[in-house]
């Protein structure tokens, strides 16, 4: 999963958009 996340991160480079996916973890 968090290669995913890492991957996410990148692409959408957005705290707003990381933060939901820490949170769903």
Known sequence: ?????AEL???DKDP???D?????E
Request: no cysteine; hydrophobic share 40%; proline share 6%.
């Open 9 to 11: 991160a990148k692409l």
């Open 20 to 24: 939901p996916l820490k949170q769903s």
């Open 16 to 18: 707003l958009d990381k």
């Open 1 to 5: 999963f968090d290669q995913m996340k």
